[in-house]
């Protein structure tokens, strides 16, 4: 963030609140890292009460808006004019002219082109009188493979008024960024937490969440970038049914054919869902406790998304509704391997490299080009081709000038890729989001060969305890703690409520344990009987020795106090008493006793409270 000047103090909300709850406007000017996904941006500027071009990264979110019903039935934004393939350019002047109040156009940065010339000779009024929004505006460094980023992204500074905002926002190297004003939306909780699964086989490990997929009793939705890696899972399988999510291209329907589906729609979720990153942003996935499953592998280049853009984007997707929040909280894997290299090159030194690595390369060009002048030769188309990796040619000096978007998106391909280093780093960049983390292991084969049965030792079983609360590895079904605790209930609780000296000091007889934990169990119980025991018995009164006996039981057994109860325990163990004869209705006395007072264990344990 050293390239931003104009910093603002940090805006809390809480974890349910929307944009509108830190903005009634998005400030113009301003470079926005609103801190979560689905925070309503989007929306609030469609709600705006202004002119406003939209700039978004997908036709999947202006499919989105454009079919997006309010309580009523109605369109949410009836203003909204979507610039898609096929909109002519007199349909879209025609909308420019239009008498419609506070104008709205969303546009992917591919068709933002048409809107400026559509506005042919009035461009100067476009620039003064509509507010653009670039949304998710770190997309122009991610996909490096769409030039209209860069001529978007461009364009942007035509513009009077203006705003970038992302939830996974990359601080762009262009000198121009210094001059917007800096917001950051922080949260009072984490965004969720994220089980990180350190797979030997990123492959098989994917195959075993959707061979056992019913276990979840709930929907899958794996976002896994690769069209051949989702087509190899749904064969490995053997899947009948399931929804892929990616773009319209013949070559991904000769692999997935009867499986795509162009748009995720609320409702029509099957158990097992596919996306690649043509639907990673924008969207919302509104499922009843869905399994999220974010797959990446280093072996697998085009998987390799970055973890702090387009994991997190693909793993919000998700909108949690604040008044059923415990029905759309979703479970969050990210199943991943890693390089096993304890290197790690920062964003900082990553950025000082390529601007060095650029201005040498552009200003050797030119050097080259100079002389191509003098001696009246053509450029090398090569050496054309290398320099323009991080500039663009000017088309009348012919020099190259450093495009900062182009450098940019090295810069980001390559910090992503440091995330990759070690599993550690991996954990790293998801906590560095927000989120909470736990990393576990899952080998490419479970155990499964079978072992001959033995009597296992007190010892040994106290052993496989401690074993397996320590053991990382992700399961399917029971865990082995899972299974010896169900195997050996009361084994567990000594292991928990004794230490290992205690029980070293039994010699791990099962008699002497237990003695041991009821004794050690009663020390506390005993507190709770000699707080109950006031609202039972009085100073002064005279109980039967039947009545004492049954009464003192009830209290053992709801205090967990572990004796059975005699009568002489009310003089021998909790008061001073004597012993009486009491009549009965039938005229004949029974055995019982006087309570003269209490001992001091009962008076300090009713002084507690």
Same mark, same amino acid.
């Given at each position: ?120 000779? =009035? ?101 896994? =970038? ?245 053991? =990382? ?117 029974? =055995? ?18």
């Amino acid at each position: 963030m050293s390239n931003l000047n104009n910093s603002k103090p940090p805006i809390k909300l809480k974890l349910s609140d929307y944009l509108d709850k830190a903005f009634k406007v998005i400030p113009s000017n301003a470079f926005i890292h609103k801190g979560r996904c689905g925070i309503g941006g989007t929306h609030l500027e469609l709600k705006t009460n202004r002119n406003s071009i939209l700039v978004v990264p997908t036709k999947g979110i202006i499919t989105d808006k454009i079919t997006a019903k309010d309580a009523s039935g109605n369109p949410e934004y009836p203003n909204l004019f979507p610039v898609m393939g096929g909109v002519k350019p007199e349909e879209i002047m025609n909308y420019l002219s239009s008498n419609v109040i506070d104008k709205k156009l969303i546009t992917t940065p591919d068709s933002l082109h048409k809107i400026i010339e559509a506005a042919k000779g =009035n461009t100067d009024e476009l620039y003064a009188n509509y507010f653009l929004l670039m949304d998710e505006a770190h997309s122009v460094i991610t996909e490096s493979y769409r030039e209209s980023m860069i001529k978007a992204f461009e364009e942007q500074f035509n513009f009077n008024n203006k705003a970038f905002i992302s939830a996974t926002p990359y601080y762009f190297t262009d000198e121009r960024m210094k001059n917007l004003d800096y917001y950051k939306i922080v949260f009072d909780e984490p965004l969720g937490k994220v089980i990180i699964i350190n797979a030997a086989s990123v492959k098989y490990c994917v195959n075993e969440f959707i061979t056992n997929a019913k276990q979840f009793k709930t929907n899958l939705h794996i976002f896994y =970038n690769s069209v051949t890696e989702i087509a190899d899972a749904i064969q490995l399988a053997g899947i009948k049914d399931c929804n892929v999510h990616c773009s319209d291209k013949e070559e991904n329907m000769d692999k997935i054919g009867q499986f795509f589906n162009p748009q995720p729609i609320k409702g029509q979720y099957k158990i097992i869902n596919f996306y690649t990153t043509s639907h990673f942003e924008g969207w919302n996935l509104e499922d009843i406790n869905p399994i999220i499953i974010l797959v990446t592998d280093v072996y697998k280049e085009h998987t390799k998304v970055g973890i702090t853009n387009k994991g997190v984007q693909a793993v919000g997707r998700q909108r949690i509704d604040p008044d059923n929040k415990q029905e759309t909280i979703p479970t969050i894997f990210h199943i991943t391997n890693h390089r096993n290299k304890a290197i790690y090159k920062t964003m900082e030194r990553i950025k000082s490299d390529y601007l060095f690595d650029a201005k040498w390369e552009t200003d050797n060009y030119n050097d080259y080009i100079e002389v191509c002048k003098t001696q009246q030769r053509e450029p090398n188309k090569e050496k054309t081709d290398f320099v323009q990796r991080y500039a663009t040619i000017n088309a009348n000096t012919g020099k190259a000038e450093i495009c900062h978007v182009k450098i940019d998106q090295f810069i980001n391909e390559s910090a992503c890729n440091e995330e990759f280093n070690h599993i550690d780093y991996i954990n790293e960049a998801w906590q560095k989001a927000g989120y909470e983390t736990d990393v576990k292991v899952n080998p490419r084969y479970l155990a499964s060969n079978k072992r001959r049965k033995t009597i296992k030792s007190v010892k040994d079983i106290l052993s496989d305890f401690e074993q397996s609360e320590s053991d =990382n590895t992700f399961y399917f079904g029971q865990s082995p703690l899972e299974k010896l605790k169900n195997k050996y209930p009361f084994l567990y609780k000594a292991y928990k409520d004794l230490s290992k000296e205690e029980i070293k000091s039994t010699g791990y007889s099962m008699n002497k344990i237990e003695k041991l934990w009821i004794l050690k169990n009663n020390k506390d119980a005993e507190i709770r009987v000699l707080k109950l025991l006031p609202l039972y018995f009085t100073v002064g009164e005279r109980y039967t020795k039947e009545y004492i006996k049954q009464t003192l039981q009830e209290i053992y057994d709801e205090t967990g106090y572990k004796a059975k109860a005699t009568a002489e325990d009310i003089n021998c163990t909790w008061y001073d008493s004597k012993s009486c004869k009491i009549k009965n209705n039938a005229g004949r006395y029974d =055995n019982g006793f006087e309570i003269l007072r209490p001992t001091f264990k009962v008076l300090a344990a009713t002084k507690q409270d």
